[in-house]
């Protein structure tokens, strides 16, 4: 079993709609929870940084995590087909250090 | 801000060469950066963890003598790929560790990728 689990897709989604995204993990130590984009062949851009339970938001991304059930989130509000993308949870179990991804989801936004 | 390139972009070589690649921090300083490696359609690699002014750390499985890293500033990482052979071409994306999140929380900025192809 992987660490972080994170379904592959593809998830498509009409323009304007909400893209809902998650990850489960095992591993209880993890504090940290980061979401990235990555476009094809290109670096993964950070999204939105997380710190413990809770809601974050950030224009039309929120993200939010749920340390109980090893659960996160991340909700794309009015999605655009500049969203298509594949993306890519991630955390770690203390700042800084090393991060386990997901394996990804690709997302695609129709017009 | 939280700026990282890498170069080159993409290079193609023979096999039985070496490749170096760089990484640099653009507007802040790395004291730890990461080099990842990623096949198509699959997640994230880590293969090791560099430090300014140390040896790095290899991740399991991943041969040091052949995947060199050196770390020569806080701004600069390299990673040469060896005696490269067609096994070796993928797509290699380094990160650098920075502490300007709010906070003083440290998360990671990553470059725009480096594709490698061995003939």
């Known amino acids: 079993q992987k660490e972080v689990e994170q379904d592959p897709g593809p998830l498509s989604v009409p323009e304007g709609a909400i893209v809902s995204l998650n990850c489960t993990y095992s591993n209880s130590a993890f504090q940290y929870f980061m979401w990235y984009r990555q476009y094809s062949r290109k670096g993964p851009e950070l999204l939105m940084y997380?710190?413990?339970?809770g809601n974050k938001e950030d224009g039309r991304f929120t993200a939010q995590v749920d340390k109980s059930s090893k659960y996160i989130s991340l909700f794309i509000r009015d999605s655009q087909p500049s969203d298509s993308a594949t993306y890519l949870c991630?955390?770690?179990?203390?700042?800084?250090?090393?991060?386990?991804f997901g394996g990804g989801t690709r997302v695609l936004v129709k017009p | 801000g939280a700026v990282v390139s890498q170069h080159p972009s993409w290079v193609i070589c023979k096999s039985g060469t070496s490749v170096k690649i760089e990484c640099r921090s653009l507007?802040?300083?790395?004291?730890?950066m990461f080099w990842y490696r990623q096949f198509p359609k699959q997640s994230l690699m880590l293969m090791a963890t560099s430090n300014e002014g140390s040896k790095a750390t290899y991740e399991q499985g991943v041969e040091k003598d052949k995947f060199l890293i050196n770390h020569a500033s806080l701004t600069l990482s390299t990673l040469t790929v060896t005696s490269a052979h067609p096994e070796d071409s993928s797509f290699y994306i380094c990160?650098?560790?920075?502490?300007?999140?709010?906070?003083?929380?440290?998360?990671?900025?990553f470059g725009p990728g480096t594709r490698l192809t061995v003939l």
């Open positions: 507007d802040f300083q790395a004291t730890t």
């Open positions: 997380t710190y413990s339970s």
């Open positions: 990160s650098a560790r920075s502490n300007r999140q709010a906070g003083n929380t440290d998360t990671q900025y």
């Open positions: 991630a955390m770690t179990q203390a700042a800084g250090n090393k991060l386990t």
